[in-house]
């Protein structure tokens, strides 16, 4: 505890203190970003009540325009990989019907996501933000794997019913330390809650929709006005 007081202290301090002064707005910004995920299902079916959460991983692009040292547009165009597995084992049969072993299976869904977001932000060197907005993804490949426990035996494949646009509400908090002038590392806690069921079958599938949590780590370039 004494260790995390002490990290706050500094923070505080490099707030108050870093630079001398406040800090020159970048009218322009550019992030490298990423993280891991978890992502949950939500909605009225069958699907949500026999999988959990798995960790998967975005990354991608940023541009920020700051209309002022308060209020910005933002957008980033990012890979994301979203998990989810069984909660409880699955048996397997042949085409025959005859029980073969039991064992796991865990879905891939592999998202192009571009949000458009509108960022608040307080703060004098270290910069306390928050920021919501819609999103769009776009569905670049879904894989299905599963594996039999006592054989070992592994398959995949398509996840043939899954749909290609998924459409939802982005919303975020997160702290901004800069570096230097033109440099800085941000750190944003953010929900992306889907709007769209993620299967196109209404029978089942159909009404699962995913919210997804990210934790994002990014290194921002400043450009000035």
């Known amino acids: 505890m004494k260790k995390y007081l002490l990290v706050l202290l500094a923070l505080i301090l490099v707030n108050q203190f870093g630079f001398g002064q406040e800090s020159r707005l970048n009218r322009i910004e550019f992030d490298i970003e990423g993280g891991p995920n978890l992502s949950f299902m939500y ?14 991983f975005q990354g991608g ?23 989810i597995k069984n909660k409880d084992e699955v048996t ?13 299976f865990y879905n891939h869904y592999n ?3 571009l949000p458009i977001l509108l960022r608040t932000s307080f703060g004098n060197h270290l910069r306390f933000f928050a920021n919501a907005g819609p999103y769009i993804g776009l569905l670049l490949k879904g894989k299905f794997f599963s594996e039999i426990t006592s054989t070992g035996e592994q398959t995949s494949g398509t996840l043939e019913d899954a749909k290609k646009i998924d459409l939802g509400l982005s919303t975020g908090i997160g702290l901004s330390l800069p570096l230097s002038e033109h440099i800085a590392i941000a750190f944003e806690a953010r929900n992306n809650l889907g709007l769209l069921p993620i299967n196109n079958k209404e029978d089942g599938d159909g009404g699962a929709k995913f919210n997804t949590t990210e934790i994002l780590l990014s290194i921002t370039y400043g450009l000035k006005k």
């Not at 909605?43 to 998967?56: A, H, P, R």
């Not at 940023?62 to 308060?70: D, E, G, M, T």
């Open 61 to 83: 692009f940023s541009f920020q325009y700051n209309f002022s040292r308060l209020l910005a547009i933002r957008t980033n165009i990012s890979f994301e990989r979203r998990v």
């Open 92 to 104: 397997f049969t042949d085409e025959f019907g005859n029980v073969i072993g039991t064992g796991t």
């Open 111 to 113: 998202y192009l996501v």
């Open 43 to 56: 909605g009225n079916s069958y699907t949500v009540d026999n999988v959990k959460s798995g960790i998967g």
